[in-house]
């Protein structure tokens, strides 16, 4: 089954033309952002979940990205389709642009970044922090979207939810980031975590603070322009999200590592998991388990 976890805007679109079974879940890390809608399209399952909840409710250091994860592993999710929008921190990446990333930087500090913080010592491997067979699939259908697609570019991940000052976001370009957003993480952690395939497809809205603003330009301006660019690239976000479930519905894309990623990232001693710890994990532990009984 493919999630796709809808960002501003993406969400909204996506989600208000689709009927499907809605499943109100709970999880041991809470509720997530909201119900979860399974819709058919060309034959496959697709679990749909707003990010910020239904209205936007939640900022990004308020999103329940543990309880949002959870639900969809326990629908049985395997792959996961993420959008967010983000600002540019780079010349050539556009507003309107969209960029399968493919590296992250963290700069959180508020958020939970793992599952496993009571009775389990887990270290997932992250250097390749996205799917890349994921990545391959998206890349596969860009033609089909009437805007640049960029095939890789660095994310970088801040708190907020205040934007950069103009110092951070030049200390931003010189780290190397490419995109500034707030939602990537601990997001992508945590489905590595849960064993699922993750890929993001950002959406570019401006050029973040470290471009000035045109001479005269009025705050309600910039806003106005921002709000349209986010429209445009919401639009070719469909498009590409849709192309590539139908291509995933025609050619499933094959089990790889991130599949049994528990396998080598588990520290603690088999004998000392206790029935409790068992409980709490639920579906992110089963596999593992199940795979290498005791």
Request: net charge neutral; proline share 7%.
């Amino acid at each position: 089954m493919i999630g796709v976890i809808g960002g501003t805007g993406l969400g909204e679109a996506l989600f208000g033309e689709a009927g499907g079974q809605v499943q109100d879940i709970t999880t041991p890390f809470g509720r997530p952002s909201a119900p979860v809608r399974i819709v058919r399209w060309h034959g496959l399952d697709v679990a749909l979940l707003p990010r910020h909840g239904e209205g936007h409710l939640f900022n990004p250091s308020q999103v329940p990205y543990r309880a949002n994860i959870y639900a969809l592993k326990a629908l049985g999710v395997t792959h996961v389709l993420a959008s967010g929008a983000v600002g540019s921190l780079r010349e050539h990446i556009q507003p309107r642009d969209l960029v399968i990333v493919d590296q992250l930087i963290d700069r959180t500090y508020r958020r939970a970044p793992t599952f496993f913080d009571d009775g389990l010592a887990v270290h997932v491997e992250f250097a390749q922090p996205f799917c890349p067979q994921l990545r391959e699939l998206l890349l596969s259908v860009a033609g089909r979207v009437e805007t640049t697609v960029h095939a890789a570019g660095t994310y970088v991940c801040m708190e907020g939810p205040a934007f950069s000052t103009a110092a951070e976001s030049h200390g931003h370009r010189s780290g190397g980031g490419d995109l500034i957003g707030m939602t990537a993480l601990p997001e992508a952690k945590l489905a590595r975590e849960a064993e699922m395939s993750y890929a993001l497809v950002a959406l570019v809205t401006d050029y973040d603070c470290w471009r000035p603003h045109a001479p005269g330009s009025t705050p309600q301006a910039l806003l106005a322009e921002i709000i349209g660019n986010l429209k445009a690239a919401t639009t070719h976000a469909l498009t590409l999200i849709r192309a590539a479930i139908e291509t995933f519905a025609e050619r499933p894309l094959p089990p790889g590592p991130i599949q049994t990623g528990l396998d080598l990232a588990v520290w603690t001693d088999r004998a000392k998991i206790t029935p409790a710890v068992v409980a709490r994990y639920g579906v992110l532990l089963e596999r593992y388990l199940r795979a290498r009984p005791q």
